[in-house]
T-cell receptor, first 110, second 117 residues
Framework: DAKTTQPPSMDCAEGRAANLPCNHS???????VYWYRQIHSQGPQYIIH???NNETNEMASLIITEDRKSSTLILPHATLRDTAVYYC???????????FGTGTSLTVIP | GAVVSQHPSRVICKSGTSVKIECRSL??????MFWYRQFPKQSLMLMAT?????????EQGVEKDKFLINHASLTLSTLTVTSAHPEDSSFYIC?????????????FGNGTRLTVT
């Protein structure tokens, strides 16, 4: 079962930062937070993951709160191609299964 | 980066026939692969975990005799939908974990759109 909750939808103006929140209040100490996105009719695309420190890569930044009960994915300059469903997933280190929640449908508006 | 290839991307079959979907890890070996199903406007639902050289592990409610999984090599897993019916029409997606670390992310294929007529 998914252990995360996300808002069902969000809008963001093109060129602005998109901040996508995720609650994972029951996360355990050895569980990582992963973010994926899915563009219509494609497989999910990996974005970023982290344990407790903030992470940044060429796609996005991941901010994890100190108590690790929530996190925020930041797309610094949203483009129209960032319109997708974004999924936040928690997984035990070394554990296999990824269970998807309902995700957030992000629409980037011109 | 890790690439997972899925074939075919689309398939249409008649009710009662069987359909095989292939999932390949192109640039890494995957002892474990995962099969998901996604209905329109819904999230991905994990169906089963495919283990190289051993039996697959199915999620609760997934019929193992209907969804046959074979993982005969470290780079190939197949899902066969047997005696397909219109309600089996869905988007099937496979994934595998690339990288040697225990926290390595899953990488997904581009999915197979199955339509049963």
């Amino acid at each position: 079962d998914a252990k995360t909750t996300q808002p069902p939808s969000m809008d963001c103006a093109e060129g602005r930062a998109a901040n996508l929140p995720c609650n994972h209040s029951t996360i355990s100490g050895n569980e990582y937070v992963y973010w994926y996105r899915q563009i219509h009719s494609q497989g999910p695309q990996y974005i970023i993951h982290g344990l407790k420190n903030n992470e940044t890569n060429e796609m996005a930044s991941l901010i994890i709160t100190e108590d690790r009960k929530s996190s925020t994915l930041i797309l610094p300059h949203a483009t129209l191609r960032d319109t997708a469903v974004y999924y936040c997933i928690v997984r035990v280190e070394g554990g296999n299964q990824f269970y998807f929640g309902t995700g957030t449908s992000l629409t980037v508006i011109p | 980066g890790a690439v997972v290839s899925q074939h075919p991307s689309r398939v249409i079959c008649k009710s009662g026939t069987s359909v095989k979907i292939e999932c390949r890890s192109l640039d890494f070996q995957a002892t474990t692969m995962f099969w998901y199903r996604q209905f329109p406007k819904q999230s991905l639902m994990l169906m089963a975990t495919s283990n190289e050289g051993s039996k697959a592990t199915y999620e609760q409610g997934v019929e193992k005799d209907k969804f046959l999984i074979n993982h005969a090599s470290l780079t190939l897993s197949t899902l066969t939908v047997t005696s397909a019916h219109p309600e089996d029409s869905s988007f099937y997606i496979c994934s595998a974990r690339g990288g040697g670390r225990s926290n390595s992310p899953l990488h997904f294929g581009n999915g197979t759109r199955l339509t049963v007529t």
